[in-house]
């Protein structure tokens, strides 16, 4: 009886907080700030850019928050991944020009092209995983410190591998026909492949909301977070849960690679290590381990960096790792962490 | 005489640079619940631990249905039929009822299905909680889906530490009655201090000491002894 008083009680007090409500509010309000000095065509566009911005880090620190919460591993070769997708790409779209379905492609055969990068990128990043969970990053278990120099040092040789390979130098992106220019949607200019990232983005995160919430699997590796040894006892190799997490990760993070260089239109060998710092800065914001935590962190890395670069350029960096610093103030796991 | 499903001989195991385990040997007879006893220290819970392979034995060996098992993984001891309830409440917070439920089925079929129309008769809460996040259950109700999780699967050999911890008697007298209904296929060993529930389940019974087997027997014998239940059990 008095049990089932308590359980009662804890529901009502997580349904209707005022404070809870508050911040909520006051965190989505903050967003229309900018409507302040920013006139609203250019603020929807900026929007735009920002939300696309904010998808494809998610693809990046959605594998890097996942590594994090169930192997407590902290992957700085995760940049790498990011960059040999966007190469992948890069070469394959070139492969594909010559058969005439980039430039001056149908919809069909652009649709198609984006489509053959994606699944190639999706396949080297994970083969790469895969193989660096169980050369190097198995080692690491357990010591931060060891982590953090060994998958630097692999993403220096990856990068410079890299180099090699293709070059040193920054290199055109060609984009599909279909996805190159803009729609006007009343006199609000929204360039297409943007609607592609977001719409890619936002697959993805139901992806893996359908595998973590629906699937044995999902259950498996949620459990895993929380508690390794009770999963570990109950029949499941740990371990294999743990390289198919890290392949998965590196896999997300090059199709994120492919995805930014079409959206840029260029590549270069440092793009994974500046795309790197945004999805840790999205990884700290939304808690380490929560992958809804990054979607929302990426959201709002990628709205804060458009309003501010739009105002005040130099800055929009900077203003990242403020609203990381005010948010680390207020909740010090991260949105969505572990307490 | 039938041969003991799982026997450890000579079993040493460390905790870091501690020598826990300094030679513990126990047999275990199919279809038969024992009692692992001992004052608190004893070593009864680094014995199921080690028996997992969760604290690896430094030496000595474990023979689990003729099969060497001292220097296995716990997901492949788990795998060749044993169910492990820890000490501690080791049911998942974050996790539904439901979901602890699913994790803890290694196969997912209709008699495991069958098997929990049984476990929700045993403990209504897990029914009245089912889509419940476990971290929301009191703790007796986490002690019960701890217990009821590992009923699900139908294993040879079931390793429960100390669960009536937190129990109500009422609720102590349905955990009796839940082991003693599944001691018929199933093999029980239990660490206990509640000697009330040891005494009405176990057949027989080990007592350990300072991380060794000190003594063993039936139970019918050391319900009557008071001497031994006095110098190893504190029981007056
Ligand atoms: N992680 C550890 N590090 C150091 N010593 C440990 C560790 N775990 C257990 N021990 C020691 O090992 C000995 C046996 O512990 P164990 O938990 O097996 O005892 P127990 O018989 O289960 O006791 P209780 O009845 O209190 O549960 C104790 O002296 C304990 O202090
Ligand atoms: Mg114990």
Redesign the pocket.
């Known amino acids: 009886m008095t049990s089932q008083a308590a359980t009662v009680g804890i529901q009502e007090k997580s349904g209707m907080d005022p404070k809870k409500l508050g911040v909520w509010t006051a965190s989505v309000g903050i967003w229309f700030l900018p409507l302040l000095w920013i006139d609203p065509t250019t603020y929807a566009v900026l929007t735009v850019a920002g939300l696309a911005m904010g998808m494809l880090i998610f693809l990046t620190a959605s594998g890097l928050t996942l590594i994090f919460g169930l192997m407590d591993v902290l992957n700085l070769a995760h940049g790498a991944f990011f960059v040999w997708g966007a190469y992948v790409g890069f070469s394959l779209l070139n492969a594909l020009q010559k058969i005439g379905w980039v430039e001056g492609a149908g919809a069909a055969q652009s649709i198609g092209s984006v489509m053959l990068c994606l699944l190639a990128a999706l396949v080297v990043g994970g083969i790469m995983g895969i193989v660096l969970e169980k050369m190097l990053v198995r080692l690491t278990y357990g010591s931060h410190l060891k982590q953090i120099l060994i998958t630097m040092g692999a993403s220096l040789i990856l990068v410079e591998v890299l180099k090699v390979v293709w070059s040193p130098n920054d290199e055109v992106v060609i984009v599909p026909q279909a996805f190159q220019g803009s729609w006007d949607v009343m006199d609000v200019i929204v360039t297409k492949f943007r609607v592609v990232a977001i719409v890619v983005g936002l697959a993805v995160l139901a992806g893996i909301q359908l595998v973590m919430m629906r699937t044995k699997l999902g259950i498996i590796v949620r459990a895993g977070v929380e508690n390794k040894e009770v999963v570990e006892t109950l029949g499941y190799n740990i371990r294999r849960v743990f390289t198919g997490v890290f392949c998965a990760g590196a896999a997300l993070a090059a199709v994120g690679g492919t995805m930014w260089s079409i959206f840029k239109e260029q590549i270069h060998p440092a793009m994974g290590e500046e795309n790197l710092i945004f999805a840790l800065i999205v990884v700290i914001i939304g808690g380490m381990g929560s992958v809804t935590g990054s979607f929302l962190g990426a959201i709002m890395v990628g709205l804060a960096f458009n309003y501010v670069a739009y105002t005040l350029p130099p800055l929009a960096l900077g203003a990242n790792i403020m609203i990381m610093a005010v948010i680390l103030l207020i909740r010090p796991t991260g949105l969505m962490g572990k307490d | 005489m039938a041969e003991a499903i799982l026997s450890l001989e000579r079993v040493h195991t460390y ?2 640079q ?1 020598h ?1 385990l300094q030679g513990v040997d126990l047999s275990f007879m199919p279809g038969q619940a024992t009692v692992l006893l ?10 199921l ?1 080690t028996i997992m392979g969760l604290t690896p034995a430094s030496s000595g060996s474990i023979t689990l249905k003729s099969q060497a098992i001292q220097a296995m993984k716990p997901y492949e001891v788990a795998k060749l039929g044993v169910g492990f309830v820890p ?1 501690d409440q080791a049911v998942l917070y974050t996790l539904s009822v439901e979901e602890n439920f699913r994790l803890a089925m290694l196969t997912e079929n209709e008699s495991a299905w069958a098997r929990m129309e049984t476990i929700f008769e045993l403990f209504p809460d897990m029914k009245k909680f089912w889509r419940s996040k476990a971290g929301v259950l009191s703790g007796g109700q986490k002690q019960m889906l701890a217990i009821a999780r590992a009923f699900v699967n139908d294993h040879d050999l079931l390793l429960i ?2 669960p009536s911890k937190g129990l109500a008697p009422i609720v102590v007298d349905h955990l009796i009655e839940s082991i003693n209904h599944i001691k018929n296929h199933t093999t029980v060993i239990l ?1 206990e ?1 509640n000697f009330y529930m040891a005494s009405h389940v176990g057949v027989a019974y080990f007592i ?1 000491d300072d ?1 060794r087997t000190v003594h063993q027997g039936l139970m019918a014998d050391l319900v009557h002894d008071e001497g031994l239940k006095q110098k190893y059990l504190g029981i007056a």
């Open positions: 905790i870091e501690h826990i001992g004052r608190n220290g004893a070593g009864k819970s680094t014995t631990r000490e530490d100390e660490v201090q350990l991380g």
